[in-house]
């Protein structure tokens, strides 16, 4: 059983450009979160999505959006990067009715804005 | 609002010694509360998670943590250091009724040899 699943693996972007980035949750779990991981910090929370629905954002501008498709797998889209948006970007997926008491982490996305 | 301190960005031990890593957390709510590790270029592992069971909670890898209310802390505790240890430690705090994890900003355990 694979668990959870993210690409790319490393991505270059420049300044002012558009990202996205994609998760695929372990098999029977329902939710995925995202989080971002700045160097030398805890991941911080930037939203979670069930049944297709953002159902919870921490404090993120606009320019962070996701999606979450039928298949449970999800995107994460950052418009008009900014140098502070390099960090490495984790994806986590829990089963059905444990929300983020039970979490598996992604290998991550390491993102560097240029 | 739920929030969580590890005292010690860095901790250093010698192999074989105890594993002490320090963690305090605020919430309005009974939490849930957890423990990761992180090592290099990796994603996050579970060590062990409180759910209100029992205050002792034991985890993988030797690692077990005290919930103790009184004094808002959890710690993580290893008798006997590995040098497979040698990671990022986060301790994580999330709600009865919230969706999102709180993690606080790590510490470095370094084992010497």
Redesign the interface.
């Known amino acids: 059983d694979a668990g959870v699943t993210q690409s790319p693996t490393h991505l270059i972007k420049t300044r002012g450009q558009q990202v996205t980035l994609r998760c695929s949750p372990k098999s029977g779990h329902d939710t995925v979160s995202w989080y971002q991981q700045a160097l030398g910090q805890g991941p911080q929370f930037i939203f979670q999505y069930y049944e297709e629905e953002e159902r919870q954002r921490g404090n993120f501008p606009d320019r962070f959006s996701g999606h979450q498709f039928p298949n449970y797998s999800s995107e994460l889209n950052v418009n008009a990067l900014l140098l502070g948006d390099s960090a490495l970007y984790l994806c986590a997926s829990s089963p059905p009715g444990q929300g983020s008491h039970e979490q598996y982490f992604g290998p991550g996305t390491r993102l560097t804005v240029t | 609002a739920q929030s969580?301190t590890q005292l010690g960005s860095h901790v250093s031990v010698s192999e074989g010694a105890l594993v002490l890593l320090r963690c305090n957390y605020s919430s309005s709510v009974p939490p849930?509360l957890f423990w990761?590790v992180q090592y290099p270029?990796?994603?996050?592992?579970?060590l062990l998670?409180y759910?209100s069971a029992a205050t002792l909670v034991k985890g993988i890898n030797g690692f077990e943590a005290e919930f103790k209310k009184s004094e808002t802390s959890f710690h993580l505790t290893k008798p006997s250091a590995h040098m497979s240890d040698a990671a990022e430690y986060?301790c994580?705090v999330?709600g009865t009724g919230?969706?999102?994890?709180?993690?606080?900003?790590?510490t470095r355990l370094f084992v010497k040899a």
């Open positions: 969580v849930y990761y270029n990796q994603g996050l592992q579970l998670k759910t986060f994580a999330s919230g969706f999102k994890t709180i993690f606080g900003a790590g």
